[in-house]
């Protein structure tokens, strides 16, 4: 196994996981910020009050990205399983 092999596997299993993590992420930022305004112009001083929306959003997220998270993630270990002989070889 060559460093440049070694290099070029763990860079795609960051892309993998940068993907898989964006769309909760973003929800959860996009959520809070709403809050947050809401808050400011209301001013409401609870913290606890965007927990729940938060964990709403990201729970739908989830469920509406899940199927796709789930491609993405069966693709790339599909990938690394049958590159294994390929890499041992060398």
Known sequence: MTP???ITMGRHALEITLELMAPPLLTALIVGLVISIFQAATQINEATLSFIP????????????????????LDYMREVLTSIPIITRY
């Open 4 to 6: 440049e092999t070694v």
């Open 54 to 73: 938060k964990f709403l959003g990201v729970l739908a997220s989830l469920m509406i990205l899940g199927p796709w998270m789930l491609t993405l993630i």
